[in-house]
Structure formats: C-alpha cells, structure tokens
C-alpha cells in the first residue's frame, strides 16, 4: 500500500509539473488610468481616425489602449503573442474617453506580439473590421 500511495503521489507531483509548464507565465495584467487621448503607434481608421489607439512599450512590456474619442464605442486590441502559440487575444478598453488601459504582458526577453487596434462594442464583443489598424510587429527588446 505504501509502494502504490508513493507511485500516486509522484504521478500527481508529475502531472502538477506538467500543469505549472504548460499554463503560460505570462499572465496579463491590467490598469486604467484617464491620462487623455493620445496617438499611438496604430490609431483606428474609420470612421474617424485615430478614435482609438495603441501602443508598445518595450521597458516592462505594456501594451497600452487609448479611447481617445466621447462616440460610445470600445477600443479592442487584438493581438498574438509569442509565447501563447498561435491563440489571438483580443482585450477591451471599454472605460470611457481619455482612457488608457496598460496591459502588463510580462513576455519572455526574446518574445514579441503582434497587435492590430479596432473599434467595437464591448457589451457585445463585435468589432468593426472596417475601423483595425494594420497589423504591427515588435520585439520585446
């Protein structure tokens, strides 16, 4: 009995292992703060430019959200990253205007992510693909 408790102990040890490795370490998180509109490095396209915006910040990986227009709607950023295999992101500034919402993305040192900026409604989580920036590239360092 003694044998089969340590075999059961030294599976779960094994599989708690493998969840701890295979769950990403890269965490997201989240603050908001109303420091005013701001162009990024992408801005929305339609119907007016630049209603939203977005921007990476390589010192301590921020993805950083503007809204930067009072027209009701929600600035998306939709993104992939490096280290989360091919699933996209997509998160939500959906405070009000002159909102900033910083992503905290904490990748790895030699990881990148790959963002596009959209403006949508958050109750419904729809975008308007008329309204996305291109897609940027950039490194984490």
């Known amino acids: ?5 340590k075999l059961i102990g030294a599976a779960a040890a094994g599989m708690l292992a493998v969840l701890t ?3 990403p370490a ?8 109303y420091p005013g509109p701001h162009a990024g490095d992408l801005c929305t396209d339609e119907p007016n430019f630049c209603d939203g915006s977005a921007s990476f910040v390589r010192d301590g990986d921020h993805l950083l959200v503007w809204d930067n227009n009072e027209d ?12 989360n295999g091919n699933t996209q992101i ?17 990748l790895p040192e030699d990881g990148w992510v790959e963002y596009r900026v959209c403006l ?4 419904t989580r729809t975008y308007d693909m008329n309204s996305c920036s291109g897609w940027l590239h950039e490194g984490a360092s």
């Open 1 to 5: 009995m003694k044998k089969h408790s």
């Open 21 to 23: 490795v295979a769950t």
């Open 26 to 33: 890269s965490a997201s998180t989240y603050t908001v703060t």
């Open 72 to 83: 009701g709607h929600s600035v998306m950023v939709m993104y992939y990253r490096s280290d």
């Open 90 to 106: 997509k998160d939500w500034n959906h405070y009000k205007v002159g909102s900033r919402l910083d992503i905290n993305m904490n």
């Open 120 to 123: 949508g409604e958050y109750s």
